[in-house]
């Protein structure tokens, strides 16, 4: 022990003031810790504002501005960007059907991410939820009673009994 003293001497090594000084920074990291601590159980929700029933009204058009009232399953025959329009065929009702669709429609790909009209290929069975007073898309998705073949070889279309044959 008197050689490691002697040894610290001679460096001019003062243990002293490094370990106050270490001391002091544990201290100070503690009760940082512990504010921040603090300050997280304090935290309380932001108190909800009471609405106006003319504020809770339009709150109210807000939310079913594309709520849909009719769902279908259709086939996209034709996208219209121009007229922001999209021409369909009720699969069940075995009739065309125009709808709009506007920025606040929801259209999404077959993973549920959102995709532009540009994305929506003709011929895609879609799922569609709309506003059948106004004929405006609330969403518009694929639908997953749908599948695709793909590399398909021997196809045989027959118009007249209206059926698609693969091989036999």
């Known amino acids: 022990m008197a050689g490691v003293k002697n040894q610290n001497k001679k460096q001019g090594i003062k ?5 106050s000084l270490l001391i002091g920074l544990s201290f100070f990291t503690f009760i940082l810790f512990i504010a921040f601590l603090e300050a ?3 935290r309380k929700p932001a108190a909800r504002q009471n609405l106006s029933p ?26 219209n960007k121009a007229d922001k329009t999209i021409r369909l065929y009720d699969i069940d009702k075995k009739e065309e059907l125009i709808l709009n669709f506007t920025g606040g429609s929801d ?4 993973f549920g991410r959102p995709i532009s009209v540009d994305q929506v290929e003709t011929g895609l069975i ?6 059948s ?8 998705k694929p639908s997953p009673e749908a599948w695709e073949y793909i590399g398909v070889n021997n196809i045989m279309i027959d118009t007249t009994d209206k059926t698609i044959k693969i091989d036999n």
């Open 107 to 110: 259209i999404v790909d077959k």
């Open 126 to 131: 879609v799922e569609i939820g709309y506003l």
């Open 40 to 42: 997280g159980k304090n």
């Open 54 to 79: 003319a504020s809770s009204k339009n709150e109210e058009n807000k939310a079913s501005y594309n709520k849909a009232d009719k769902k279908i399953t259709a086939l996209v025959l034709e996208i």
């Open 133 to 140: 007073g106004k004929s405006r898309i609330g969403y518009l």
């Open 15 to 19: 243990i002293g003031p490094i370990m």
